[in-house]
């Protein structure tokens, strides 16, 4: 069974190609989010199995949003992606719930090991 995940980046170009490398992984790409705010709103309406989240995005920004999403559903599965590699973020990325971190700009594989790795 394909899983469903919601992609959210404010960069359309992104997006794209994370849908890109997530469809020939063999998953589904529920929906998309540009930024934190529509995120949270996504994910009350598609119940994804996993959510793929930039940090840096206007409006809410991906930790803020985390961390909404997992007093929503505490089993929420959250992956994080970020071009900055600062390691405050990735630790206040974890500590609020988040299974792992990928840095941008990503290797195909690492997002699909990732992926595999939180929703199998």
Known sequence: MAKNILICDDAAFMRMMIKNTL???GYTVA???ENGVKAVEKYKELSPD???MDITMPEM???QALKEIKKLDGNAKV???SAMGQQAM???SIQAGARDFIVKPF???RVIEAVKKAIG
């Open 23 to 25: 469809t020939k992984g």
């Open 90 to 92: 990735v630790v206040e």
């Open 61 to 63: 920004d991906g930790i």
């Open 31 to 33: 929906g998309e989010a």
């Open 79 to 81: 992956i994080m992606c």
């Open 50 to 52: 996993l959510v793929l």
């Open 107 to 109: 290797q195909e594989d």
